[in-house]
C-alpha cells in the first residue's frame, strides 16, 4: 500500500492563534498580503471576534485552512498547462516551471488557498512543506502549533496515528457539497 499524506486537525484545540500561518509564511518566503494557510472563525460576523452561546456555555471555533489536497481538484483538471498536479503520495503541487501566472486554479479554488504570487509571477499554495517532509520533519504548521491542533501524516496508514484520530472522533471535510473530495479532516467535539 502507498503512502497518502494528508491534514488531520483538531477544532477542539484550535486556538485561533496564528502561529500556523505566520510560521508557514516565514518557511515558504509567502509575501506580504497572500497566505498558504488562513485561520477562520466561522461565527465571525464583525470585526471583533465573540463566542457563541450564554455563560457558561460558551463556545469559539477556528478553522485553520489551507490547500485542502483533493482527490478530484479542479486546479489539477483545469490549469491549461498541466503544472499543477496530484502525486503519487496525494498531496496536490504546482510545478512553478510549468506556470503561466494564468491564475486560473484560484478562480476554481472552492477554498481560497490559492494565490498569485507577484513577486515570482506564478500560483502559490500549501505542499505540505515538502521540503521538511522529504527530510523527515513534519510540516512548519504542525510543528509550531502549541496546542496540537495540527496533524500530517499518512492517513491510510491501518495503525497510524491519523487513522486512530479519525477513528475516535466525529470527523468532516470542508464544503464537500464542491465535488472536490478534500482530504484534509476537520476533528470534532465528542
Known amino acids: 500500500m502507498s503512502q497518502r499524506n494528508s491534514f488531520v486537525i483538531d477544532i477542539f484545540r484550535c486556538i485561533g492563534c496564528d502561529t500556523c500561518s505566520v510560521a508557514c509564511k516565514m518557511e515558504n518566503g509567502v509575501p506580504v498580503g497572500q497566505n ?6 466561522p461565527q465571525q460576523t464583525t470585526v471583533f471576534d465573540k463566542p457563541d452561546g450564554r455563560y457558561p456555555e460558551l463556545a469559539m471555533e477556528w478553522w ?3 490547500c485542502q489536497h483533493c482527490d478530484d481538484a479542479p486546479c489539477v483538471n483545469d490549469c491549461p498547462t498541466y503544472a499543477i498536479h496530484q ?15 494564468c491564475q486560473n486554479c484560484g478562480e476554481l479554488c472552492p477554498y481560497g488557498a490559492i494565490n498569485f504570487n507577484s513577486e515570482i509571477g506564478t500560483s502559490d499554495k500549501c505542499d505540505g512543506c515538502d ?24 492517513i491510510e496508514a491501518p495503525d ?14 470542508l464544503n464537500e457539497d464542491a465535488g472536490t473530495a478534500p482530504t484534509t479532516r476537520y476533528l470534532f467535539r465528542q
Do not use: K, Y
Not at 36 to 41: D, I, K
Not at 87 to 101: H, K, N, Q
Not at 160 to 173: F, V, W
Open 36 to 41: 498558504r494557510l488562513r485561520v477562520l472563525n
Open 64 to 66: 485553520p485552512v489551507m
Open 87 to 101: 502525486r503519487d503520495d496525494g498531496l496536490v503541487e504546482i510545478d512553478t516551471d510549468m506556470c503561466v501566472g
Open 131 to 154: 521540503h521538511r517532509v522529504q527530510q523527515g520533519l513534519q510540516p512548519m504548521c504542525v510543528e509550531v502549533c502549541p496546542t496540537r491542533a495540527l496533524h500530517f501524516g499518512d
Open 160 to 173: 497510524g496515528r491519523l487513522r486512530e484520530l479519525i477513528a475516535g472522533r466525529p470527523s468532516d471535510r
